[in-house]
């Protein structure tokens, strides 16, 4: 079989017919049946498809598939994948078992209908072999579908669908491939992929998170999240409706400075807060792709290390393509109608009137400061020491640019940028940077500003990481 390199879903279904060992089912519900579509209209469906079904009614879908909260859900699509790749092992196991790679395809969606201003989403999956007779393995994806048009979201949730069958059974070689394959045919801009997590048979040693990370460098999503417990999430589900506090920074290595910004930051947000809000508050730990690149390549292990050790204290970590405040604050208000809390020291305050980042921004500083306070956003910033002349700097007592002067004292007196007291002054003196050159240096001083949790990943700062690729255990 020849497996080129295809990018059109014509094709790819095409190639897939003609593989004697691939047979499945395809279970779609909320736009039609995009996907199974594009393996009719090509030749030789029957190589491909052992049933399709479209389980509209939501009686007809309960009594198939089980109740479920919600229909347009993680918890529906793996309902879905159980039940169709189950029916499909038991009816044709015994007959074709044997030289067949099984698999399920199954999604839920939903997408732009009559007087429907969104938002759109669908979950996709795919339970499949990697081998006749191998145990399952699974692949969810969820897609946000941003393209407000009813026919192009149909044709771009069938495209994706066929991508999604056919990375799965000729691109598991290399994971950038892999990834960005994904979106083959599908104008750029119309959707965002923010999950891709393979789960089972073959997948026990590969680490979901670099899938996600992938996701965000290869533009397919800005940003994508990590629960302290190392599971990637979709940030909808975790930060819906929740106070946030978030600081930005690269953590390379995490130090105590961090920590307790962040525990400074975080009780003084909370003070603003009801009780309820205090219960359900977050802490998000951002990092920007700028901040892990290696010259034009992602040192992966370096960002795992980095990850662990903020999981290892309990944080959820947000990796982005952001670089300007204004693009977080919009990311983190789509998700959350609750008080926002950016962390951020006087250095990183001092950027926010430079406009070498407003550049390409209509309204230049005026109009990214605009959308940084969006609904309840402020700037929570804590103090610097100028170690050139000493001086403790505060956000009151911090000189914006003489033409920016005015505007920063009505951030000051509206309260939109907050003063917090920080006074560990140890902590203050010795910047990230530092505590690098003392680890490269081996001064064994660089311990005391940096937490137990993240010794091992500080020390992996003056070792070569190797270049890692993606192969599952077939």
């Known amino acids: 079989m020849d497996t080129k390199e295809l990018s059109d879903p ?12 691939i047979y499945g089912a395809f279970a779609e519900i909320g736009a039609g049946q995009e996907t199974a579509n594009w393996f009719f209209r090509t030749s030789g469906a029957a190589g491909t498809v052992a049933k399709t079904i479209s389980a509209y009614d939501m009686t007809v879908s309960d009594t198939l598939y089980g109740s479920v909260r919600r229909y347009v859900s993680e918890a529906r699509l793996r309902q879905m994948l159980d039940y169709e790749f189950t029916q499909l092992i038991n009816r044709l196991g015994e007959k074709r078992g044997e030289n067949t790679r099984f698999f399920a395809f199954c999604n839920t969606a939903k997408i732009k209908g009559y007087r429907d201003n969104g938002p759109w989403n669908a979950w996709l999956g795919i339970r499949f072999q990697l081998q006749p007779g191998s145990p399952h393995s699974d692949l969810i994806v969820h897609v946000r579908l941003k393209e407000p048009n009813h026919a192009s979201q149909m044709r771009d949730l069938g495209a994706i669908g066929v991508n999604l069958i056919y990375a799965v059974f ?4 290399q994971m950038q491939s892999f990834i960005e394959s994904l979106a083959d045919d599908i104008p750029p801009g119309h959707l965002e992929i923010d999950v891709v997590r393979f789960e089972g048979h073959g997948f026990e040693m590969v680490d979901n998170r670099l899938f996600a990370l992938q996701l965000v460098q290869s533009g397919l999503s800005d940003s994508t999240l990590f629960q302290p417990d190392g599971s990637v999430a979709q940030a909808a589900d975790v930060l819906y409706k929740r106070p946030i506090v978030l600081m930005r920074g690269s953590f390379r290595p995490l130090c105590n400075i961090h920590l307790e910004m962040m525990d400074s930051v975080r009780s003084k947000f909370r003070a603003s807060l ?42 959820t970590v947000l ?56 609904n309840k956003t402020k700037l929570y910033v804590t103090p610097w020491i100028n170690r050139r002349t000493g001086e403790f700097v505060t956000a009151k007592t911090f000189m914006a640019p003489a033409k920016y002067k005015y505007l920063y004292q009505h951030l000051i007196e509206n309260g939109l940028i907050v003063e917090v007291p ?20 081996n001064d064994p001083s660089w311990e005391e500003y940096v937490p137990p949790e993240a010794h091992r990943a500080a020390r992996n700062l003056v070792s070569p990481h190797l270049k890692d690729a993606f192969s599952p255990t077939k």
């Not at 014509?10 to 060992?21: F, G, H, M, V, Y």
């Not at 000729?170 to 070689?173: E, P, T």
């Not at 902590?427 to 003392?438: A, E, F, G, V």
């Open 170 to 173: 000729y691109k598991m070689d």
């Open 422 to 441: 920080y006074f560990n002054q140890k902590y203050l003196l010795q910047t990230p940077r530092d505590i690098q050159k003392m680890i490269e240096s």
């Open 274 to 315: 009801n009780e309820t809000q205090q219960e359900r508050g977050v802490d998000i730990c951002e990092i920007s792709m700028s901040n892990l690149l290696r010259g034009d390549e992602v040192d992966h292990l370096d960002f795992l290390d980095r990850v662990d050790s903020l999981a290892a204290l309990g944080k």
């Open 10 to 21: 014509q094709e790819k279904a095409l190639q897939i017919n003609l593989d004697p060992s």
């Open 319 to 374: 990796v982005t393509n952001m670089t300007h405040f204004h693009r977080i604050s919009a990311l983190l208000n789509q998700y959350t109608n609750e008080p926002v809390a950016i962390a951020l020291s006087i250095g990183l305050l001092n950027e926010l009137f430079k406009d070498k980042w407003v550049e390409d921004l209509p309204g230049g500083i005026l109009s990214s400061i605009g959308r940084t306070f969006l």
